[in-house]
């Protein structure tokens, strides 16, 4: 088969960045005041998840030791819903993968499945929390502010989120899924929020943001009452400085690598489309991918290929790597079983590719519009071939490169971008 030539394009994002971290943390949290209400000898439980957020372990060790400083005893508590295979100890094991280890962070990890009931919300939702969680003298919510892969609105994934399903663990994401199965996410999220606030001793929030290359960008600490006007202004930001493919559409999306520190749903549907709350009527300009080709899982998914649903084309490979119960438990408790579904595999690239080029229609294999990522977090450096560049209106700003042929090694594999 006929290929189109292959080129490397260097994308430019805005890049803001927080250079001191724990700095910055401590610069923020001491606005609050927060020796007013936690005292020495207390303890604090500090929400700890299961996404790839850029210095982690750093961000939580700096929070825990503004705790000590306080007099007070931090410890870590996993809030992951159903990840790590739904177990404390896999959770844990989760945690300790990304570095956030209780000598690094210093404080201890207190993983447990079991939660407590605080009732019900208004509209009677169900509220529950982490059992360990709810045995601290106070709570301090740790999480990112990003734009949903499922869900869109003026709150999307952050400290409400964090509350909702991450605190709620297992038991609480398979509520709560349920619940957005049929009501809308901003409703649920916001009431469930202001429940969890009212019943449970959360003291105060740390959200960071990060810019297009997988940097931190702002971070901002507030208390309860602040959580959703600050994090609505937050998510503006996340929009603004998320990295983009340099294309709306291609006939072909090449993906290296999915996994759950890169994306809840595998790979962010903010970037290559495919958003499923919005199958029926998507929103305007979003990416619109014939076919997407997913070549492997990410080291630090651990097995977890949720998302690989999304996708047309995959490998084999893929397929033996999978930890099949582990992707079903986070499919089914999401409330989507179709994101766990297996696409067409093939032993090799070359076929995979070549079987999505030879069904484009009267598009000829070398008039093949086709993107090539590493994964969804990591854009900076993107392959396209050149009739993406003859044909598609430009997205973002980036540099060319020289063209080439498309390469494969000797088992008929395609080298991994970066």
Known sequence: MSYPLMVPLRQEFDRPRVDNIAGEIRSTLDKLDLSRTIRPGQTVALTAGSRGIANIPLILKSVAQFVKDLGAKPYLVPTMGSHGGGTAQGQREVLESYGITESFVGAPIRASMDVVSLGNTAAGFPVVLDKH????????????VKPHTSYHGPIESGLMKMMMIGLGKHVGAIN??????EYPYDQVVRAVGKTMRAKAPIAFGVAVVENAYDETARIAAMLPPDFEKVEEQLLAHAKTWLARLPFHEADLLIVDEIGKEISGSGMDTNVVGRKRAFRTAPPENQPAMRFIFIRGLSEHTHGNAAGIGLADFTTTRLVKSMDYNATVINCLTSGYPDSANLPVHFDSDRQAI???????????????????????LNLETVEVSQPCLDELEQKTRFTIGSAAALKFDSHGNVPKIG
Do not use: C, F, Q
């Open 133 to 144: 969680a709810s045995e601290a003298d106070h709570i301090a919510v740790v999480a990112r």
């Open 354 to 376: 070549d079987a999505a080029l030879s069904i484009l229609g009267t598009r000829t294999p070398e008039k093949a519009r086709i993107m090539h990522i590493r994964n969804t």
């Open 176 to 181: 709560y899924h349920r619940l957005l199965l």
